[in-house]
């Protein structure tokens, strides 16, 4: 059961450039999540935004929540080619799961 | 840190074979999860376990079980296993807060041929 889609499906910029990622969801949330996973690796968790918050940052991240649109952007600053991987928001999805999109690729080219 | 390690890497079984992998964490989490992860399909959940002894189903359970014989330990079973279950299956698990972080671990690619 798909939740959160994220938007562009795939992203090529050149390093130093800002890169936006979006992400819709369908139903009412308590917090949605942003990952990271490098090729063939596991996912990392990026950050959690609640859904009393609007705005959050960490490091090079900022990340937006506009729950009366059912929508969150990740936007990272500065960009580097080591920030290529896929990116995936994540909303709960009943008890303890995690529903993930089906993610969105990110280059940075040197 | 947290650490999610999963037994094997990469695997190459063949149809109709049994296959376990492995998971274990280290930081006493109570959620453990399994999913796992195709091209164009994102992250599907298989099983998830909130407690030792217990199981939910996921969104994609067929052709698996699993076991939770220990906190720490979280084993996907593919009891017979066939070509459509090659794959990338992703251990996680989480503290008790309510959908919360996942930790990763790094990714078991399963081929059956």
């Given amino acids: 059961s798909q939740q959160g889609e994220e938007d562009p499906q795939a992203l090529s910029i050149q390093e130093g450039e800002n890169a ?4 819709s969801y369908k139903t009412s949330i308590n917090n949605l999540q942003w990952y990271r996973q490098n090729s063939g690796r596991g996912l990392v968790h990026l950050i959690l935004i609640r859904s009393n918050e ?14 009366s649109k059912k929508s969150s952007s990740l936007l990272i600053t500065a960009s580097r080619a080591a920030d290529t991987a896929s990116y995936f928001c994540s909303t709960p999805g009943g008890s303890e799961k995690l529903v993930f999109g089906k993610g969105m690729k990110l280059t940075v080219n040197p | 840190d947290v ?14 074979e049994k296959v376990f992998l492995e998971c274990v964490q280290d930081m006493d989490h109570e959620n453990m999860f399994w999913y796992r992860q195709d091209p164009g399909l994102g992250l599907r ?8 002894k217990m199981k939910e189903k996921g969104d994609i359970p067929e052709g698996y079980s699993v076991s939770r014989e220990k906190k720490e330990r979280f084993s996907l079973i593919l009891e017979s296993a066939s070509t459509n279950q090659t794959s990338m299956y992703l251990c996680a698990s989480s503290l008790g807060a309510r959908a919360g972080e996942l930790f990763f671990g790094e990714g078991s690619r399963l081929t059956v041929l």
């Fill in chain 2, 45 to 52: 959940l298989i099983y998830f376990s909130y407690d030792v």
């Fill in chain 1, 20 to 23: 936006t990622m979006n992400c």
């Fill in chain 2, 3 to 16: 650490k999610v390690t999963q037994s094997s890497r990469y695997l190459v079984k063949r149809t109709g």
């Fill in chain 1, 54 to 67: 609007r705005e959050k940052h960490s490091g090079r991240l900022r990340v937006t929540l506009d729950t």
